[in-house]
């Protein structure tokens, strides 16, 4: 695989969370929604609003610049923040009586692999091309 495919390839996971970022700037009681809660209100908005829109854009901007960098650390680091998800939404369910939110988990899993395997390879190719020179 050539490596601009490679980097395409990388991006993807990045476009949901770019979508769900702007969505809780935009239009957060649909974002909300669809994540299954409700929009809080007060403090609790503000908090939901923050936190949850720049977890999404903190995760889109770590996925695009990693895949235009090649980057295998900003991969990673946005794979560490889906994986810290799925893990704390097991913790939710497991811990403090939380549905259990099995969809969003593989989701986040999968894509959190996604970019590790990317990130991997980002990596083996940045080896390589060092011992080639």
Known sequence: MNHKTLQLIAA???IPMLL??????L???????????PLLEG?????????IGA???TCA???FY??????????GAGALLLGLAAVMRLLAFGLHDAAFAPVFIAVEVVLATWLTVCAVQFERRGREATQHD
């Open 27 to 37: 239009d957060p009681g649909q974002a909300a929604m669809s994540l299954g809660m």
């Open 20 to 25: 769900n970022g702007v969505g809780f700037v």
């Open 66 to 75: 990693g895949s235009y960098r090649s980057s295998s650390s900003w991969l």
């Open 43 to 51: 403090l609790g908005r503000s908090t939901q609003i923050g936190d």
């Open 61 to 63: 901007w770590c996925v």
């Open 12 to 14: 993807v996971p990045g």
């Open 55 to 57: 977890f999404f854009l």
